[in-house]
């Protein structure tokens, strides 16, 4: 039966993997689902755990999963993480027969592979920076020291937690790039590749669709913090926050970039034998002459899913399940909370670096009972019934508000609620929507 033809009567039983904040936010939203009877989630995380079914399963082990969602019944599995999405879940489980939502191990090398994707973008015509790849890092100098003098972006080609993209203001730094990834394997194999490509100067912009391969459903763009410090300093991080929507994009910007990135991309996709369905992300940044593709990813963003699944008001588990059954066409236009989100990441002592975990949280329950608050969780655990730190992003702090100040404002009174041994976050999050919308 597909997804148009459901009542509210038939409930389903949903899997979510991953046990990060996107994945708290995916747990809270199919939870509101009138066709959804039970969410698990594997391995979840303190604040799954008050909201869902947690699951001593790690998001790698297939084979345990598999055996899981049969012996649950589980209708559906939504992947969070990029991981298992770029290690083949997706062919797992429909091997076994089993309904989910993500790209296949060859869709997904859309975003594991830096040179597939650029190599792609030129093959679709979508506006995109200059760039060269390189197998080894002797080829990648000696193309720099013919270079001029001038800012780069060093990449190296595989995964790397966000990590793997050091943007450089001379060809020094551009050197010391790939000697650190091509030579010091600082991201393992992910940097066995590399690319170089020119630096583009703008700000940057999130827009994340869900298609099913032919239709496409456009989601309203976020704007992500991924440097560690406020006023974008210091090291960068798999997210310090975000808010939606961004007002940089406007509704006809929007749409253009659906037409000249989002539809060219798909069609690329189908073209190469890589049909692609799930959440398609594009890492953009607003430049002089347009927008143009910084990278792809897979996958919901995190922080940028928190923001966006506070705003949506209509049901995630039939949009994704229409997905899934090739049925996007029959979703109506998506419902929205007029009101802005904004998201801020509260982290760890030493994030992105060394950092240290099992420290007790106090004041969540407090901050909870704000008025059009949500903290989800992105690192936490229980131990002894005491939920602890135990990641490097431990909390999203997410609120709605009457405008994006009012929204911050929101989001950082929840903040001062909540306290733990060397807690600390950006205080400026959403600072450029606010001084753009002045």
């Known amino acids: 039966m597909n997804s148009s033809e459901m009542t509210s009567s038939e409930k ?3 899997l979510v993997i991953g046990n990060g904040g996107r994945e708290h936010a995916l747990v809270w939203k199919l939870g509101q689902s009138a066709h959804v009877d039970r969410v698990f989630v594997a391995p979840g995380n303190a604040g799954t755990a008050a909201e869902a079914h947690n699951v001593p399963i790690q998001a790698t082990d297939f084979p345990a999963l598999i055996e899981f969602a049969r012996e649950n019944r589980v209708a559906l599995t939504v992947v969070g993480p990029e991981a298992p999405l770029a290690a083949g879940i997706v062919d797992a489980f429909q091997a076994a027969g089993l309904r989910i939502f993500g790209p296949t191990k060859a869709a997904a090398e859309l975003e594991a592979s830096k040179v597939f994707c650029k190599n792609l973008l030129r093959s679709a015509n979508v506006p995109t920076a200059e760039y060269h790849t390189f197998n080894n890092a002797n080829e990648a100098l000696r193309f720099l020291e013919a270079r001029d003098d001038v800012p780069l972006v060093v990449k190296a080609d595989g995964l790397a937690a966000g990590k793997g993209v050091i943007v450089c203001d001379n060809r020094q730094q551009a050197i010391d790039a790939v000697e650190l990834i091509a030579r010091q394997k600082a991201f393992g194999a992910a940097g066995d590749r590399l690319v170089i490509e020119e630096r583009l100067h703008g700000q940057e912009a999130s827009v994340m669709a869900i ?8 989601l309203p763009p976020a704007q992500d913090h991924k440097p560690a410090y406020d006023g974008d300093t210091g090291p960068n991080t798999g997210g310090m926050g975000a808010y939606c929507p961004a007002p940089l994009v406007s509704d006809q910007m929007l749409q253009w970039i659906e037409e000249h990135v989002l539809v060219p991309t798909v069609h690329a996709m189908r073209r190469a034998k890589r049909p692609f369905r799930g959440v398609l992300y594009a890492g953009l940044m607003i430049t002089n002459q347009g927008p143009k ?3 792809f990813n897979v996958r919901f963003g995190d922080p940028e899913c928190q923001p966006v699944l506070m705003r949506l008001q209509s049901d995630l588990f039939q949009i994704l399940d229409a997905a899934v059954h090739n049925r996007l066409d029959s979703v109506g ?4 909370d007029p009101r802005p989100a904004v998201c801020v990441v509260m982290a760890s002592e030493g994030y992105p670096g060394k950092y240290t975990t099992g420290h007790p949280i106090r004041g969540l329950e407090e ?5 059009d608050v949500k903290v989800f969780h992105s690192g936490t655990a229980l131990q002894d019934g005491q939920v602890v730190s135990a990641g ?11 405008n994006i100040a009012n929204a911050k404002f929101n989001a950082y009174r ?5 306290r733990w041994q060397g807690a600390w976050c950006r205080k400026d999050i959403a600072d450029k929507a606010i001084k753009y919308a002045q």
């Not at 236009?333 to 929205?336: A, N």
């Not at 901050?367 to 008025?371: F, R, S, V």
Request: proline content about 5%.
């Open 293 to 295: 593709v910084l990278e």
């Open 414 to 418: 929840a903040v001062k609620c909540i």
């Open 333 to 336: 236009p998506l419902r929205w």
């Open 392 to 402: 490097g992003r431990v909390l999203s702090v997410t609120a709605l508000g009457e």
């Open 12 to 14: 389903r039983n949903v």
């Open 367 to 371: 901050a909870q009972q704000l008025p």
């Open 211 to 218: 298609t099913d391969g032919q239709t496409i459903l456009t």
